[in-house]
């Protein structure tokens, strides 16, 4: 409890918080009495408190809490629902339609322009801009089904394809099976919303096919959720695209 603020006592209870941080800067506790607590640099859980209030307003998302800045910025949320999908891949079949009803669920609700442009999104159109080719480069956020040979390709496909981004969807984000929420095998809601807001679809479903490829250690079911979330709504030519932006950061 000593690792937490006192303002924030009314949250934690007399159990010591349990640590379920993932693989970014920032800490995650579960608390005893239902809440989780997020701590990051100062100004960096900002946004994410924003966009989690909105999602929880159209029911899509766990209640913000609260949200204060101290040494560091710490950000509350209700425990959401269910599990995230990541506990119970028995039945591959099952989560990949349900990971395709989340994000149609998601991609469906009106993209009202006042919602701010996806982090990610708006990083793309920087990148884009960038001078050429050179600095970082990761090939290891590639599919088996979309990928480019080399750096320079990459840059090809990302200055060809930009002008085809649309920003006219609610996205996630970074729509992996950690941030997906599950209950009895029906979509109950998303969660790490930091890079949720205003972007392009197929930024959402390009990542849920890595992460059921990185989860399921095959890429045999990307076929599966794609058909479940729809052929019609998707260019398959953008996914790419979007694999060129993602090589480059």
Known sequence: MN???????????????????????????ETCKG???????????????RMTRLFHRFGLGPEAVRYITLDRDYLVTRRADGEDMTKDLRDPVRACRTL??????????????????????ARYAASAEGPDSG??????????????????????VMQEGK?????????????????VMQ????????????????GDRHIDLYWAVWSLEYNLKTDRYADVFLDAYGRDLFSEDMFRVIAAFEAFG
Request: with cysteine.
């Open 35 to 49: 809440f989780f607590v997020k701590c990051d640099a100062p100004g960096e859980l900002e946004r994410e408190y």
């Open 100 to 121: 395709a009803d989340a994000l149609r669920t998601l991609h469906a609700h009106p993209a009202d322009p006042h919602i701010p442009v996806s982090s990610r999104y």
């Open 135 to 156: 600095g970082f480069y990761d090939p290891s956020v590639y599919t088996q089904a979309w990928r480019c040979s080399s750096k320079e390709e990459a840059w090809k």
């Open 183 to 198: 209950k009895n095998g029906r979509f109950s809601s998303f969660v790490d919303l930091s890079m949720a807001g205003l």
């Open 163 to 179: 002008h085809h981004l649309k920003c006219d969807t609610l996205i996630h984000g970074d729509a992996c099976l950690p941030n």
């Open 3 to 29: 690792r937490l603020p006192e303002e924030l006592r009314p949250y934690i209870g007399e159990s010591e918080p349990v640590d379920r941080s993932g693989h970014s800067n920032a800490k995650s506790f």
